[in-house]
C-alpha cells in the first residue's frame, strides 16, 4: 500500500485542530489504496495545543507529533515534519482549514496516476486581506523572480503533495536560513497548480503582521538573489562619479569666477546624500553578513521536546 504523510504545523490552533481533524479524517480515509497519516508540528503553542495532540495521538495511531521545545516559525516546522516522514508521498497543510482539504484526492491523484511530481496550491484571489498587504506581495513577487534565480508563483502556497524524490530534494538544501517558497521552486520538477480560493481562517488570528512580512520578505530576496549587492555597488559608483563630475565643475568655476561661501547647502547635501548611501550599502552588505554568521553558526533549526516519532534508522 503507498503511504502519505500529511505535515501539519500548528502554532496555538487549539480552536482549528478538533475541527481540522474531523474534517480532513473522512477525506483522506476514502481515498483508495492508501495509507494517510498526520505529522502534526507544535511549534511551541503557549496554549493547549500540545494537549490536544497527545490525546489525539492516543485515539489514532495514524498521528504523528513533534512538539517544540519554543516557537522556531512555520519554516522550521515543516523541515522538521519532512525530516521525520518516512512515506512515498509527503503534503503540507495548515492547520486553520484555509487551505481547502477536500483538493487532498485530486492533488494526491495528479502525482500518483498522472506525470507530476508535485501538486501544489495556489490562491486565485486575495479576499479578506488588506489592500496594502496584498499591493506589498505582488511587488514582492516581481522583484524576486527579476533578480533571482528561483522563479516564485504569485499566490503559491506552502499547501502541496510531493513525491519522495522531492522532499529529499528540499532536505538536501543544507541552509539554516529557509525561504520556503524560494526553496520549493529552486528545486524545480513537474509541477501541477490547483487553483483554490482564499478560505477565512476557521478560528484563532494570523500570526503574520505587516512586519513578519516585511522581514519575511527581505529573506526571501537576500536567501535567493545576490542583486542587492550589485545595486548598492551601482549605486555608490554613480554617485561617486557624480561626485567627481561636480568637483571638477567648482574647481573651473572657481578658477575662472573666485570662490564664494555660497555653497554651504549643496555641501550639506551632498553630506547627507552620500552618508546616506554609504549607510544603506553598509545594511545591505550587513544583511548578507548577518546570514552568513548564521549560517557559520551552523545551529539546529529547532529543538525538539516531546514526539511520539521514532528516530529514522539511518539518524540512530
Ligand atoms: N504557524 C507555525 N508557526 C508559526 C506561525 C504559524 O507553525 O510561528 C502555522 C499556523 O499554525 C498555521 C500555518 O502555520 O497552521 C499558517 O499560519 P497563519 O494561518 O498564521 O498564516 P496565514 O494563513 O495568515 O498566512
Ligand atoms: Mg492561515
Same mark, same amino acid.
Given at each position: 500500500?503507498?503511504t502519505l504523510e500529511l505535515?501539519?504545523?500548528?502554532?496555538?490552533?487549539?480552536?482549528?485542530?478538533?475541527?481540522?481533524?474531523?474534517?480532513?479524517?473522512?477525506?483522506v480515509?476514502?481515498?483508495?489504496?492508501?495509507s494517510v497519516s498526520f505529522i502534526?508540528?507544535?511549534?511551541?503553542?503557549?496554549?493547549?495545543?500540545?494537549?490536544?495532540?497527545?490525546?489525539?495521538?492516543? =485515539?489514532d495511531d495514524k498521528v504523528k507529533?513533534?512538539? #517544540? %521545545? *519554543?516557537? $522556531?516559525? /512555520?519554516?522550521?516546522?515543516?523541515?522538521?515534519?519532512?525530516?521525520?516522514s518516512?512515506a512515498?508521498?509527503?503534503?503540507?497543510?495548515?492547520?486553520?482549514?484555509?487551505?481547502?482539504?477536500?483538493?487532498?484526492?485530486?492533488?494526491?491523484?495528479?502525482?500518483?496516476?498522472?506525470?507530476?511530481?508535485?501538486?501544489?496550491?495556489?490562491?486565485?484571489?486575495? =479576499?479578506?486581506?488588506?489592500?496594502?498587504?496584498?499591493? #506589498? %506581495? *505582488?511587488? $514582492?513577487? /516581481?522583484?524576486?523572480?527579476?533578480?533571482?534565480?528561483?522563479?516564485?508563483?504569485?499566490?503559491?502556497?506552502?499547501?502541496?503533495?510531493?513525491?519522495?524524490?522531492?522532499?529529499?530534494?528540499?532536505?538536501?538544501?543544507?541552509?539554516?536560513?529557509?525561504?520556503?517558497?524560494?526553496?520549493?521552486?529552486?528545486?524545480?520538477?513537474?509541477?501541477?497548480?490547483?487553483?483554490?480560493?482564499?478560505?477565512?481562517?476557521?478560528?484563532?488570528?494570523?500570526?503574520?503582521?505587516?512586519?513578519?512580512?516585511?522581514?519575511?520578505?527581505?529573506?526571501?530576496?537576500?536567501?535567493?538573489?545576490?542583486?542587492?549587492?550589485?545595486?548598492?555597488?551601482?549605486?555608490?559608483?554613480?554617485?561617486?562619479?557624480?561626485?567627481?563630475?561636480?568637483?571638477?565643475?567648482?574647481?573651473?568655476?572657481?578658477?575662472?569666477?573666485?570662490?564664494?561661501?555660497?555653497?554651504?547647502?549643496?555641501?550639506?547635501?551632498?553630506?547627507?546624500?552620500?552618508?546616506?548611501?554609504?549607510?544603506?550599502?553598509?545594511?545591505?552588505?550587513?544583511?548578507?553578513?548577518?546570514?552568513?554568521?548564521?549560517?557559520?553558526?551552523?545551529?539546529?533549526?529547532?529543538?525538539?521536546?516531546?514526539?511520539?516519532?521514532?528516530?529514522?534508522?539511518?539518524?540512530?
Amino acid at each position: 500500500m503507498n503511504t502519505l504523510e500529511l505535515i501539519v504545523p500548528c502554532y496555538n490552533e487549539e480552536e482549528s485542530l478538533p475541527a481540522f481533524y474531523d474534517t480532513v479524517t473522512p477525506i483522506v480515509k476514502a481515498i483508495k489504496d492508501f495509507s494517510v497519516s498526520f505529522i502534526f508540528v507544535d511549534d511551541g503553542s503557549r496554549d493547549k495545543t500540545a494537549n490536544i495532540l497527545k490525546d489525539l495521538a492516543k =485515539k489514532d495511531d495514524k498521528v504523528k507529533y513533534i512538539s #517544540f %521545545s *519554543r516557537n $522556531f516559525g /512555520k519554516e522550521a516546522a515543516m523541515l522538521a515534519g519532512m525530516r521525520m516522514s518516512t512515506a512515498d508521498y509527503v503534503g503540507i497543510i495548515d492547520a486553520d482549514l484555509q487551505h481547502s482539504p477536500k483538493l487532498i484526492p485530486e492533488m494526491l491523484k495528479a502525482v500518483t496516476e498522472e506525470d507530476y511530481d508535485i501538486a501544489a496550491a495556489r490562491r486565485t484571489d486575495r =479576499k479578506g486581506e488588506a489592500k496594502i498587504k496584498s499591493a #506589498f %506581495s *505582488r511587488q $514582492f513577487y /516581481k522583484v524576486i523572480n527579476k533578480i533571482s534565480d528561483a522563479n516564485i508563483e504569485e499566490g503559491a502556497q506552502d499547501y502541496r503533495i510531493m513525491k519522495r524524490k522531492v522532499v529529499n530534494a528540499i532536505l538536501s538544501m543544507p541552509e539554516y536560513n529557509r525561504f520556503s517558497k524560494g526553496i520549493f521552486s529552486w528545486v524545480g520538477y513537474k509541477t501541477k497548480w490547483f487553483e483554490h480560493e482564499n478560505q477565512e481562517r476557521f478560528a484563532g488570528t494570523s500570526k503574520w503582521s505587516f512586519w513578519n512580512l516585511l522581514t519575511y520578505a527581505i529573506d526571501g530576496i537576500i536567501g535567493f538573489s545576490t542583486a542587492p549587492l550589485k545595486i548598492s555597488f551601482f549605486i555608490g559608483g554613480l554617485t561617486s562619479a557624480f561626485g567627481f563630475v561636480y568637483a571638477l565643475y567648482t574647481i573651473v568655476k572657481t578658477l575662472c569666477f573666485g570662490s564664494d561661501v555660497k555653497g554651504y547647502p549643496s555641501i550639506i547635501c551632498a553630506v547627507f546624500i552620500i552618508g546616506g548611501l554609504i549607510l544603506l550599502s553598509l545594511g545591505i552588505i550587513g544583511e548578507y553578513i548577518s546570514r552568513i554568521y548564521m549560517e557559520v553558526k551552523n545551529r539546529p533549526n529547532y529543538l525538539i521536546s516531546e514526539t511520539n516519532i521514532l528516530p529514522k534508522d539511518d539518524e540512530e
